[in-house]
């Protein structure tokens, strides 16, 4: 590879973790480039006009939003394909990858980062590159600016029961998906597998998401196998 590829990321966004597989999958050598949640506001619009991150740097261009990166990651770095020949299943692939970006987010964002005692859990991971009197106040601001943001998305509004129960329905659907399957789209990995997982694997590391999951083996044990495929190498 002539040019170096460069990552800017918050480590813990579920958008980033899957651009992170993407890359490890594809095995291209990259750099990280973290953003801390401090200078957000000042440094992410430098790096791309949209603002917004994970963002993709490579041979001049600036790639930002992670189906935008995928997609230019699949027409540069082709190999191994991460989105099906076969039309219905690239289809199919491009729905569950929506699927996860526009509403199994705002669960994971929901579970990890509103509710208190996960909120005590991983607003400390989110700043964890920040200074430490941004560190104190994110305890507090974190879960108050990301509740207006779910409650402005609809799932905020909701008991928890409800979005147990909505939760517990999306978790169901992962397993009929699944079926007798390793994969959720064929028989082999796809960018579905990764962009769900992305979602799901921070769903399961809340409190309330993994206990649902741990009631589903097909789930649990999916998630391992698309963990272990796409994980980094240097650290299996």
């Not at 790096?47 to 540069?76: F, M, T």
């Not at 809340?206 to 589903?216: C, F, S, T």
């Amino acid at each position: 590879m002539a040019e170096s590829v460069v990552l800017h990321q918050f480590e813990i966004s579920p958008f980033c973790d899957k651009v992170r597989r993407i890359l490890q999958v594809k095995d291209i050598p990259y750099q990280i480039r973290e953003v801390p949640v401090s200078r957000s506001p000042f440094d992410t619009p430098r790096v791309n006009r949209i603002g917004k991150l994970p963002c993709l740097e490579h041979a001049g261009r600036r790639i930002a939003d992670s189906s935008h990166i995928a997609s230019y990651l699949e027409e540069h770095f082709p190999e191994p394909p991460l989105r099906p020949a076969d039309p219905a299943a690239r289809a199919l692939c491009h729905v569950l990858e929506d699927w996860a970006d526009e509403s199994l987010y705002f669960y994971e964002m929901t579970l990890r980062f509103t509710y208190p005692r996960n909120a005590a859990r991983f607003v400390p991971q989110l700043v964890a590159h920040d200074p430490p009197w941004f560190q104190t106040l994110a305890r507090y601001a974190v879960p108050f600016l990301l509740g207006r943001v779910t409650r402005a998305q609809g799932i905020g509004r909701k008991p928890r029961e409800m979005v147990r129960q909505e939760l517990a329905l999306h978790l169901d659907a992962l397993v009929g998906l699944l079926g007798e399957r390793e994969w959720l789209v064929g028989d082999a990995l796809t960018l579905a597998d990764i962009s769900v997982f992305s979602q799901m694997a921070c769903i399961r590391a809340a409190d309330e998401g993994g206990a649902l999951v741990a009631e589903r083996p097909a789930v649990a044990s999916w998630l391992d196998r698309v963990d272990q495929a796409t994980g980094d190498r240097s650290r299996q």
